[in-house]
């Protein structure tokens, strides 16, 4: 038996390869599949289950796609709608794969479909738990992504608690975890940069899985501090459920390289957005006015579901020399399919070829060691619960998902300046805000970390 976590950092989610007697099944594929077809070659294996532990809100899945290239029967828990064909298991159906046995357990809760996959071992022993986005490390899903409207955030949190302590919690301590998503979802509030734990610790250390808690409690708790959900999921859940193009078609289509002055002739279309994802000391430096700074060097994808909101926005991309494609399907990944094409030689060849320029104002971390006293206007926009948990006296909050209607609240006289926690989000921050038109600001590069650092 061989059970691989394949983890794709950009989504901060885990996809899994499970391996037994050259039989193989997928758990929660991403949209490019090469990685599963490549894994099964090498040991002259066949796809025969791909099992998903909901639909999926916050990326597009790889199902539709494998299933095509491979045969493979596409498996999802009870109360699935989809628009193609798909094995709907029972609760407590088993699945047989090699010498090992898969149970499908209805979960609900994250959503009203939600289900944990339990693989039994070859002597019939629990072994593992796929949980999907019903528990994480540190955390479980949040309850209010369901898209049956009739069924309120606190029905879904009730679920998730029955869920949890009867079908989940009842199994022994020393069964691995393996979660949906790690620390950096918006599945969840608070998620540990752990992938893989045991239950028993879970038990321990996990605030959702305390024995003494009642329901209430488990529901006033799950659903407190919940930010709106992002713009982008139910499109996605739509796609998931209803199917997108293959990875090679999206390629064919949105690979297309646009010089200067055909990008400019673009650009008076209001409605097209200029995405530019190199990293922030670059955009910072020089960038096309009025462009969207969101870095290919961190969380890409849900950044730009976050900040743009509508996968069906026209992008022109602005990204280092090499990095095209990986720009366009990682795009792909949320959905993001309506890509123009990227500005052949960079923003150098802009630059050549007379287009306007501008730049940020960045102030830096070792000017601010008296901060805390100080009588600066600071906007923060990391979390609530980082804001929570350490900030200056005298910042004002808004968590980055939140800028673009909360520009009001930003209603400083003088001059302010920008920080996140490592300089990421503060520059994306920073272009939305040229977008709209303000610039009375500056960034602090390297954030609350490296201001820390030179008060210490």
Known sequence: MKIEQIYTKCLSQGSYYIESNNEVAIIDPIREIDIYL??????????????????????????????????????????????????????????????????????????????????????????????????????????????????????????????????????????????????GSSCGKDLSSETIGKLGDQKKTNYALREDMTKDEFINEVLDGLLDPPKYFPSNVLLNKKGYDESYKILNKN????????????????????????????????????????????????WVGEVLENIYTSLIIICPEGREEETVLRLSRVGFDNVLGYLNGGIKNWIKFGGSIANIENRQASDF??????????????????????????????????????????????KFYIHCKGGYRSMIAASILLSKGISEFANIPGGFDKIKKFQS
């Open 38 to 183: 490549k894994r099964a070659a090498k040991t002259n294996s066949s796809i025969k289950y791909i099992f998903e532990t909901h639909i999926h809100a916050d990326f597009i899945s790889g199902h539709l796609n494998l299933a095509k290239k491979t045969g493979a029967e596409i498996v999802f828990g009870p109360n699935t709608e989809t628009s193609f064909d798909t094995t709907i298991a029972n609760d407590y159906e088993e699945f047989i794969l090699g010498d090992i046995t898969i149970v499908a357990i209805h979960t609900p809760g994250h959503t009203i479909e939600s289900t944990t996959y339990l693989l039994r071992n070859s002597s019939g022993k629990d072994h593992a738990i796929f949980t999907g986005d019903t528990l994480f490390l540190g955390d479980v899903g949040r309850p209010d992504l369901s898209q049956k409207s009739i069924i309120s955030n606190k029905d879904l949190a009730s679920m998730l608690f029955d869920s949890l302590r009867n079908r989940i919690m009842t199994l022994s301590n020393e069964v691995i975890i393996y979660p949906g998503h790690g620390q």
């Open 255 to 302: 690979l297309n390289s646009l010089e200067p002055n055909e990008v400019k002739e673009k650009l008076i279309d209001n409605n097209i957005v200029l995405l530019d994802v190199r990293g922030p000391a670059d955009f910072s430096d020089s960038h096309i006015p009025g462009s969207i700074f969101i870095g290919l060097d961190g969380r890409f994808a849900p």
């Open 369 to 414: 060691t008296d901060i805390k006293s100080s009588k600066e206007n600071i906007l923060d926009v990391r979390s609530n619960a980082e804001h929570k948990s350490e900030c200056f006296n005298n910042s004002l909050n808004i968590p980055l998902p939140e800028l673009r209607s909360s520009l009001n609240k930003i209603n400083f006289k003088n």
